[in-house]
Nanobody
């Protein structure tokens, strides 16, 4: 399974960005997809996840500002980020979970940098 992220970049405080992540090589076996972020020296943090049936989970630090959505036909997940803050600056990683014979397999993208300037 290959995950390709796009949409990161530089934005001013209060601005918006939309991240995309397309999964290939998995057909219809991907269950959950989502986004995590990790700042230098810190643990990887949940941003948001979404299952194939649309159930979402959003991290407390981004609730009300970030929205996750998904196009199952394209195996693509989106993260709409609004009201961005300097503390949102870090690398964002796409994640996909594939369930095969009762076992979950995790896949990660290479990451995309988001920088919020004040």
């Amino acid at each position: 399974v290959r995950l390709v992220e796009s949409g990161g970049g530089l934005v001013q405080v209060g601005g918006s960005l939309r991240l995309s992540c397309a999964a290939s090589g998995a057909g219809f076996s991907i269950n959950a997809m989502g986004w995590y972020r990790q700042a230098p020296g810190k643990e990887r943090e949940l941003v948001a996840t979404i299952t194939r049936d649309g159930t979402t989970s959003v991290g407390d630090s981004v609730k009300g500002r970030f929205t996750i959505s998904r196009d199952n036909a394209k195996n693509t997940v989106y993260l709409q980020m609004n009201s961005l803050k300097p503390e949102d600056t870090t690398i964002y990683y796409c994640n996909a979970v594939r369930r095969i014979s009762g076992i979950n397999y995790n896949y990660w993208g290479r990451g995309t940098q988001v920088t919020v300037s004040s």
